[in-house]
């Protein structure tokens, strides 16, 4: 990296830091198809690295005053990036069962206590979800509990599948930010997996 460009980003972070909509409209610009193409070389889904461009810039933008202090914005990227892609797959694997308790009995972790933290963490997701419109409640769940694509939930619902992703990237926004608290929690099961 030139230091021109090395001076650009830092300038833009800075920027960014300090709320600045234009530099993140910009740096969201330059990097969201890297983004893009790394979720989709891991999770194989055009739906799911949406996603992942989706809720990394707004982990970034909800962590914007720390910016100014990141060296390299690439590796920073990269590293949000792939742990919110490992995250995501892990609570999928939840949500959709396939961790089953099997698995849980030949885990070396505490069993017990994982399975705690794994209900709690249901109830809260399922008390965020119950809070949605009746609309993003209904998608959001046809998604992410039944699987279906965005295109199918539309030709079930008789909507288009542009409002289908409007709904659910207002879903994932409300869910990720409500649920966002409780986080804490829930990474320490992810640390001992």
Request: hydrophobic content about 40%; aromatic content about 10%; proline content about 2%.
């Amino acid at each position: 990296m030139s230091s021109n460009s090395s001076l650009d980003q830092k300038k833009l972070l800075l920027e960014l830091s300090q709320g600045s909509e234009l530099a993140f409209t910009k740096l969201y610009n330059q990097y969201k198809n890297i983004v893009y193409s790394t979720a989709l070389k891991i999770t194989k889904s055009k739906t799911l690295a949406e996603e992942v461009v989706q809720d990394v810039f707004l982990k970034i933008w909800q962590n914007h005053e720390n910016l100014a202090e990141i060296t390299n914005l690439e590796n920073y990227l990269f590293i949000i990036s792939r742990n919110h892609i490992f995250d995501m797959i892990k609570k999928i694997a939840r949500e959709t069962n396939l961790v089953s308790d099997i698995n849980y009995k030949n885990t070396v972790s505490d069993d017990t206590d994982s399975a705690i933290k794994d209900d709690q963490y249901n109830i809260i997701l399922n008390q965020i979800i119950e809070q949605l419109p009746p609309q993003q409640q209904k998608i959001y769940k046809m998604a992410k509990w039944d699987g279906l694509s965005h295109q199918k939930i539309g030709e079930n619902l008789g909507i288009s599948t542009e409002t289908v992703k409007k709904h659910m990237a207002q879903a994932l926004k409300f869910v990720r930010f409500k649920i966002s608290p409780y986080m804490n929690l829930f990474m320490s099961i992810l640390l001992f997996w």
